[in-house]
């Protein structure tokens, strides 16, 4: 028992430091969205697909401590408790919701093709649409205007949602 807690706390801290290393990834900013295109959420999936549902939260928990605390852990070297009441806030709460949605949802499939609908409907189309609520309560922008914006992600959020799942595959981990 203390071998596979071993494991587990082994593997959950390489997914943390593989998701806090993608912040060196530039984001794109999109002139007409506060909010920017990053790669940063394909982190966040692949968390939520390897590991059990316990340890994605305390992964992802963990993750959103350090950017309140202020660590520059967020895409663009960003981090601060104000980027929890900003255009990304909707984001960074989806982040745990979805991923704990997703980790226990995906859980009982060794399907690929089921593993790939499922991320996509919990990350492309529930990710996106828990940020244009943030949006829509931050910025003030109307909630339909808010999500046609924030649907700008679904294609990229689409691809990450296939990439992440063949990585999963792949890798066949046992939660």
């Not at 002139?31 to 059990?52: D, Y």
């Not at 309140?68 to 990304?88: D, K, Q, S, W």
């Not at 960074?92 to 593993?115: P, V």
Request: glycine residues 10%.
């Amino acid at each position: 028992m203390r071998n596979q807690t071993t494991n587990m706390i082994t593997r959950a801290a390489l997914l943390l430091a593989f998701l806090i290393a993608m912040a060196f990834i530039p984001p794109i900013n999109l002139g007409f969205l506060p909010v920017p295109l990053a790669v940063q959420s394909f982190g966040i999936v692949l968390i939520s697909l390897l590991l059990p549902l316990q340890w994605v939260f305390y992964t992802i928990g963990s993750f959103l401590i350090l950017v309140l605390l202020g660590v520059p852990v967020l895409t663009g070297m960003r981090g601060g408790a104000g980027l929890f009441v900003g255009p990304t806030a909707g984001y960074l709460i989806g982040y745990l919701l979805c991923s704990l949605i997703l980790a226990w949802w995906s859980n009982d499939t060794d399907e690929l093709w089921i593993t790939i609908f499922k991320t996509f409907l919990v990350t492309a189309l529930g990710l996106n649409f828990i940020g244009a609520i943030g949006m829509h309560f931050t910025t003030g922008v109307n909630l339909p205007k808010a999500i046609m914006l924030c649907s700008v992600f679904i294609i990229g959020d689409t691809l990450k949602s296939i990439v992440a799942s063949l990585v999963w595959q792949r890798l066949k981990i046992r939660r």
